[in-house]
């Protein structure tokens, strides 16, 4: 790892408060998460306690109202705090984005009621949650999952599996699509469930090639109770639901792509200005310069595309297409960037002693969770050119 600091990123945020809040954001990720961050991820450990210590510094809720606990922060701030974390390690950026969207349900559809009952621990007591919606055979096709809840008198019965899901086993809560009708898509409803509901259990956490101390596990619904209490907006409406969660959820997925590109470019920086090589430095040399300045170049373009998606939802205007393109734009720049980090480090970019193949390895995820990059490129060009003819 370079010795070299990094020059920071120059933020433009809409008040003094966030950029107080960006401030402590960073001293907790210089303090608390990067002194550990490559050893634990060696070792597959989740940190609970770092998103411990964030919801006690009220960043575990930052988009939501603060009456409920939430930080009432603009999206445009909230994605900036989840890049310095992603930057420091993804699998805490990517937490807080989780939890973000596995709250979106009951804090933007929930009644007051649900809202005063549950949101305050999710938002600022400690609690975790995960989302889910994709299974073993409805990943893309999220429209055709086969969980199932039945009414039984009061209560609804959740039967069945949801798949890829990060914190799966470990979540206080779970967000969770259940179909309670006909088939397709208005047949699909979302139920608020404890992680502690008899009947709830997890599969062995995936092994993957990356993000290996954030648990991604298969959840299985066997026979779970939940009141009716418990069901988010109407029967039937789980799946615009979900799929308003994740137009904001891609966002946070943007952000945490330029988090870690990011991280790369200021490794590769650091060590072409340090290593020498024919008596230069290797920054010297233009083709190196060349792959930097691209490299810094598209960082900056991802980072002004989500920003500009953000102002957008912040303002109340319709951003699917934005959130669609800066997923796809940013998380591209992200395995991009830190493939060319690899690259300009050599050797040394292929091995566990410096942070680029990590980097490398997390990028790649990006470009598959919360819709597959091909999925943003359906979704981008339906708005452009129209739904396809069938």
Request: hydrophobic fraction near 40%; charge should be negative; charged fraction near 25%.
């Amino acid at each position: 790892m370079s010795d070299r600091d990094p020059q920071p990123v120059e933020r433009h945020v809409p008040t003094d408060e966030a950029r107080d809040l960006l401030t402590l954001v960073r001293e907790i990720a210089r303090r608390e998460i990067a002194p550990r961050a490559a050893e634990e991820e060696d070792a597959g450990r989740f940190p609970r306690e770092v998103f411990t210590l964030l919801s006690a510094s009220s960043l575990l809720g930052l988009p939501y109202a603060a009456e409920h606990g939430g930080g009432d922060q603009p999206y445009e701030v909230y994605l900036q705090v989840l890049e310095e974390l992603a930057a420091v390690r993804l699998t805490v950026g990517l937490g807080l984005s989780v939890h973000t969207l596995a709250s979106y349900a009951l804090a933007t559809y929930g009644t007051k009621q649900q809202q005063v009952e549950h949101l305050p621990a999710m938002l600022g007591g400690g609690l975790l949650g995960a989302y889910c919606l994709s299974e073993p055979a409805s990943g893309s096709d999220a429209a055709s999952l086969r969980t199932r809840a039945v009414r039984d008198g009061d209560d609804w019965v959740l039967t069945g599996t949801k798949a890829w899901i990060t914190h799966g086993g470990i979540a206080d809560f779970y967000t969770v699509m259940a179909r309670t009708g006909e088939d397709g898509p208005r047949g699909i409803t979302a139920f608020l469930v404890p992680g502690d509901a008899p009947g709830l259990g997890a599969a062995a956490p995936e092994k993957k090639m990356g993000m290996k101390g954030s648990p991604t596990a298969q959840v299985h619904f066997d026979g779970v109770r939940v009141g009716d209490d418990r069901r988010i907006g109407e029967e039937g409406q789980g799946f615009g639901i979900a799929l308003a969660a994740l137009d904001s959820g891609r966002l946070g997925i943007a952000a945490c792509a330029i988090g870690v590109a990011q991280a790369a470019l200021d490794e590769a920086v650091g060590y072409a200005t340090e290593r020498r090589q024919f008596g230069h430095p290797i920054a010297d040399f233009q083709g190196l310069r060349f792959m930097i300045a691209d490299m810094a170049t598209q960082i900056e373009a991802g980072r002004a595309l989500y920003l500009a998606a953000a102002r957008l939802r912040d303002a109340g205007e319709p951003f699917a297409k934005q959130a669609a393109m800066a997923k796809l734009h940013c998380t591209d720049t992200a395995m991009k960037v830190t493939t060319d980090a690899v690259q300009i480090l050599g050797g040394y970019g292929y091995t566990a002693d410096f942070p680029a193949e990590r980097y490398m390895r997390e990028a790649k995820v990006l470009q598959i969770v919360e819709g597959t990059n091909q999925i943003q490129r359906m979704v981008i060009a339906r708005h452009v050119a129209g739904p396809e003819a069938r």
